[in-house]
């Protein structure tokens, strides 16, 4: 059984739509099937070789780095980061574990890290040393835009002895046959065919918010416009933000998804990959949607109570589905149940979120009902 040729033009058609209508400037999509990718296409100011920045759909890539590392017996994720980063313990963090930072559940959600700070491992080093936790580490969840994943970089650069930006080439993308996507060097022609970010739309009324998601305005947050058009810097998509600077094809970041599945090039260790992509360890409530956060080391799991369209999943994928989200819309997942992959990336910077959150849903809706019936 394969995809179904009709319900494939349909997603198309929907990711083409909000382009035609001058919504977005571009986007990219891409699906994965049996270890390839099988659709790839592109709309408006972009071909199938423009780069998109993927923002938080980076977290897994810099996650599947670590499960690398503990799949060789060098890294104990239950263990205190403290032990890896001695740096990091000051100001009572001893008890954080690399576990916490991977389940977004280490306490210090808020905590920034920005240029200068980030360009030196000495200014990120004394930005942990800074920061305070909000409350103890593994008693709640609440989602860290970038710090976790900076205390993460740090750890793989401590275990496997090299920058965390070549870590992650050497241990998963590489031999995952994506290249280069975390830490792209400044020089205009390694930069050359990356889209701007662009800022577009209109923000929805208090009134639109509250008919879709119950409150009248959103919580503050690190992710704002300025800081996504901030990622169209050369110097900014150098440093390699390991929770959000991922730059890539959608075709790749589908592939990724493929290799998660099936693994034929042997990556991960069996069982790490296994626990990665299918074991909840984080079922606190989302402070959002009060909803459980169903986390993985690294990842979320579409779950099967219903709400997995909150998750970034849509209404049809399996409950086994996993994945990760980014700003902008952007979308990444793969689906054990029905082997399918997908991905799509905009430069789009939508200020209406409703319609974003909705354009997310409905292209996993039809992405993950894409295999044909008969």
């Known amino acids: 059984m394969g995809v179904s040729a009709a319900k494939l033009d349909d997603l198309l058609a929907r990711a083409r739509c909000e382009v035609d209508e001058g919504v977005l400037p571009s986007c990219q999509v891409a699906v994965g099937l049996e270890g390839e990718v099988i659709a790839f296409e592109a709309f408006g100011d972009a071909t199938t070789e423009t780069r998109y920045s993927v923002f938080s759909c980076t977290k897994p890539l810099v996650a599947s780095t670590a499960w690398v590392l503990m799949g060789e017996g060098r890294l104990d994720v239950t263990r205190p980061v403290a032990e890896y980063v001695p740096e990091f313990g000051a100001n009572d963090k001893q008890a954080v574990t690399v576990e916490h930072v991977l389940l977004h559940t280490s306490g210090f959600p808020s905590a920034t890290l920005m240029p200068p700070e980030w360009d030196t491992r000495e200014g990120r080093l004394a930005a942990f040393a800074g920061w305070t936790l909000k409350w103890e580490p593994g008693t709640r969840?609440?989602?860290?835009?970038?710090?976790?994943?900076?205390?993460l970089a740090e750890v793989i650069e401590r275990v496997a002895g090299c920058d965390f930006r070549d870590a992650v080439q050497q241990l998963v993308t590489d031999p995952a046959g994506l290249g280069r996507v975390l830490g792209i060097p400044a020089e205009p022609e390694r930069q050359a065919g990356i889209a701007p970010m662009e800022t577009c739309g209109s923000p929805a009324t208090p009134d639109e918010l509250e008919a879709a998601i119950g409150v009248r305005k959103l919580p503050p947050s690190e992710v704002t416009d300025a800081a996504m058009l901030g990622f169209n810097l050369p110097e900014v998509r150098e440093v390699g933000v390991p929770g959000a600077g991922g730059v890539m094809r959608t075709a790749e970041l589908a592939l990724f998804y493929q290799r998660l599945l099936h693994d034929p090039d042997g990556i991960w260790d069996p069982t790490v990959l296994a626990d990665g992509t299918g074991t909840v360890r984080n079922s606190f409530a989302d402070p959002l949607f009060t909803i459980p956060a169903n986390r993985t080391r690294g990842l979320v799991q579409a779950g099967g109570d219903g709400m997995s369209f909150?998750?970034?999943?849509?209404?049809?994928?399996s409950p086994l589905a996993f994945g990760h989200n980014g700003a902008a819309g952007q979308v990444a997942w793969a689906d054990p149940g029905s082997g399918?992959?997908?991905?799509?990336?905009?430069?789009g910077i939508d200020a209406n979120v409703i319609r974003q959150f909705r354009r997310g849903m409905s292209l996993s809706t039809r992405a993950g009902a894409l295999m044909a019936d008969d």
């Open 141 to 151: 969840f609440e989602y860290h835009p970038t710090s976790a994943h900076w205390v």
């Open 310 to 317: 909150l998750r970034g999943f849509g209404s049809s994928v």
């Open 340 to 347: 399918l992959s997908f991905a799509y990336a905009t430069n």
